[in-house]
């Protein structure tokens, strides 16, 4: 079983900068990725980043450029280095963790870490 654990989270001015960890424990067969989401007060669940461990990264539109997302496989740990912080990135974020179990994709989510930004 996955366990994910966030870190990092804190209150910035904007234009500061942050960066997100997290931990992930427990033994993975098939992983099939791991990002970041976020999910401001009444707002949905977004995507922020996202890697499958391969190929390019995956980002939001509105952190291009901003948002850096990198993996420690050695750790077992994900980073999210977020510059030039917007009051729009207020949110808790949340590490998400992908495996495949019996052919379908097993999202194991962390409980998330505050970022809040101050204008």
């Known amino acids: 079983e996955v366990h994910l654990v966030e870190s990092g989270g804190g209150l910035v001015q904007a234009g500061g900068s942050l960066k997100l960890s997290c931990t992930v424990s427990g033994y993975t067969v098939n992983s099939c990725g791991m990002g970041w989401y976020r999910q401001a007060p009444g707002k949905e669940r977004e995507l922020v980043a996202t890697?499958?461990?391969?190929?390019?990264?995956t980002y939001a539109d509105s952190v291009k450029g901003r948002f850096t997302l990198s993996q420690d496989k050695v750790d077992n740990a994900l980073y999210l280095q977020m510059n030039a912080l917007k009051s729009e990135d207020t949110a808790t974020y949340i590490c998400?963790?992908?495996?495949?179990?019996?052919?379908?994709?097993?999202?194991?989510w962390g409980q998330g870490t505050q970022v809040t930004v101050s204008s």
């Open positions: 998400v963790h992908c495996e495949w179990v019996r052919g379908q994709r097993l999202n194991t």
């Open positions: 890697t499958k461990g391969t190929g390019p990264n």
